[in-house]
C-alpha cells in the first residue's frame, strides 16, 4: 500500500497454500463509478457532505476573512488534491473496504471520502460541492444562522437539510440505474425537475454534480417548509453571505422555482415583479437560502 514516503494505492492479502508459488497482482488503483447509498444516520447532518480531517482544508478556513471567505473555499474545493495529505490518506486507506460499504457508518465516512476511497490513483477528483455548498455552507453560515432563527426557522434549516441530503441520495441512486434523473417534491404543489447524465458518471463531473445539486435544493427548501416562514426569519435569512452567487444563473432558478411557491403561498400579486428585480427582500431572502443548508 505505501512505500517509506507516501501513500501510493492499496492492496489485499490472502492465505494460500506453500505450493502455491504464483506471484499475487498487487493492485495500485482504483476506479469504482458504484456509488454505494450513505447509511440512514448521517443522513441530516454537515459531515455527510464532508469531514475536515485534511489540515489543508482547515487552515484555509481559518486563514481567510469573513468577505473573502466564501470565494477562497470555492477556489479551493475546485483545485485541491485530498491526497496531498499523507497521514489521512494512509489513515483513510487503512479503513477503505470499510469506508466503501453501502450504508457505511464508520467515523470517517462522508461523500467525500468514499469517494476518494473508489477513486485511487485514477485522476478522478471529488466534486467540489461536497466541501463548498456542501459541508462549508452547512457547517459555517447554516449553523451561524440558526441560532437566530425561531423554533419554527430552526426546524426549517434541520427539515431542508435532511431534504437536501435525501434528495442527493435519490439522484445518485437514480444515476446507478441509467441516464435519466427525475424527481417530483414529498409534498403536492412544490414543484419536480428532471436532467439527463450518463449512467455511473454523475459524479465524476463537477458542473454537472453542482446543476445536479441546485436542482434538488427548490425541493428541499419547500418541502422543508420554507413557505411557512415568517417575515422576521426571512429577514435573518436574507443576511447571509452568499451574495457572490447571484453570478450564477443556476442560483435565480431555483431562487424563482422557489419563490413560485411561497409566493403563492405568502406574498400574493407582489411576487410578479421579483423575477428580474432581486433588490425585492423577499426575492433576496430566497436567494440566501442556499447559505442555510
Known amino acids: 500500500m505505501a512505500d517509506?514516503?507516501?501513500d501510493v494505492g492499496y492492496a489485499e492479502s490472502y492465505m494460500t497454500l506453500k505450493s502455491y508459488t504464483k506471484r499475487a497482482r498487487v493492485e495500485r488503483t482504483a476506479?469504482?463509478?458504484?456509488?454505494?447509498?450513505?447509511?440512514?444516520?448521517?443522513?441530516?447532518?454537515?459531515?455527510?457532505?464532508?469531514?475536515?480531517?485534511?489540515?489543508?482544508?482547515t487552515e484555509t478556513v481559518e486563514k481567510v476573512t469573513t468577505g473573502s471567505a466564501w470565494a477562497t473555499v470555492k477556489a479551493f474545493a475546485t483545485s485541491w488534491d485530498p491526497w496531498t495529505d499523507r497521514e489521512v490518506s494512509a489513515r483513510l486507506l487503512h479503513q477503505r473496504q470499510t469506508l466503501i460499504q453501502p450504508d457505511c457508518t464508520a467515523s470517517d465516512w462522508s461523500r467525500h471520502s468514499n469517494f476518494m476511497m473508489r477513486h485511487i490513483g485514477c485522476g478522478h477528483k471529488p466534486p467540489g460541492y461536497y466541501v463548498s455548498y456542501g459541508y462549508f455552507y452547512c457547517s459555517n453560515?447554516?449553523?451561524?444562522?440558526?441560532?437566530?432563527?425561531?423554533?419554527?426557522?430552526?426546524?426549517?434549516?434541520?427539515?431542508?437539510?435532511?431534504?437536501?441530503?435525501?434528495?442527493?441520495?435519490?439522484?445518485?441512486?437514480?444515476?446507478?440505474?441509467?441516464?435519466?434523473?427525475?424527481?417530483?417534491s414529498?409534498?403536492?404543489?412544490?414543484?419536480?425537475?428532471?436532467?439527463?447524465?450518463?449512467?455511473?458518471?454523475?459524479?465524476?463531473?463537477?458542473?454537472?454534480?453542482?446543476?445536479?445539486?441546485?436542482?434538488?435544493?427548490?425541493?428541499?427548501?419547500?418541502?422543508?417548509?420554507?413557505?411557512?416562514?415568517?417575515?422576521?426569519?426571512m429577514m435573518k435569512i436574507m443576511g447571509g453571505p452568499a451574495l457572490e452567487e447571484w453570478g450564477d444563473s443556476?442560483?435565480?432558478?431555483?431562487?424563482w422555482d422557489s419563490g413560485k411557491v411561497v409566493a403563492g403561498k405568502t406574498i400574493?400579486?407582489?411576487?410578479?415583479?421579483?423575477?428580474?428585480?432581486?433588490?425585492?427582500?423577499a426575492s433576496t431572502a430566497l436567494g440566501r437560502l442556499m447559505g442555510a443548508k
Open 31 to 57: 476506479c469504482d463509478d458504484h456509488v454505494p447509498p450513505a447509511a440512514d444516520s448521517i443522513i441530516g447532518h454537515c459531515e455527510y457532505y464532508y469531514r475536515p480531517l485534511q489540515c489543508e482544508y
Open 186 to 233: 414529498v409534498k403536492p404543489g412544490n414543484g419536480s425537475f428532471k436532467m439527463t447524465a450518463p449512467q455511473y458518471k454523475l459524479e465524476l463531473d463537477s458542473e454537472m454534480f453542482k446543476s445536479f445539486a441546485f436542482k434538488t435544493h427548490p425541493l428541499a427548501y419547500l418541502d422543508g417548509g420554507l413557505a411557512g416562514l415568517q417575515l422576521p426569519d
Open 4 to 6: 517509506e514516503d507516501k
Open 268 to 281: 400574493g400579486d407582489a411576487w410578479d415583479a421579483t423575477r428580474v428585480d432581486v433588490a425585492d427582500p
Open 141 to 184: 453560515y447554516g449553523a451561524k444562522l440558526k441560532p437566530t432563527l425561531s423554533q419554527a426557522g430552526k426546524d426549517w434549516l434541520d427539515s431542508a437539510r435532511w431534504y437536501l441530503q435525501a434528495n442527493m441520495e435519490d439522484g445518485l441512486k437514480q444515476n446507478m440505474k441509467g441516464n435519466l434523473i427525475q424527481m417530483s
Open 250 to 255: 443556476r442560483t435565480y432558478e431555483q431562487v
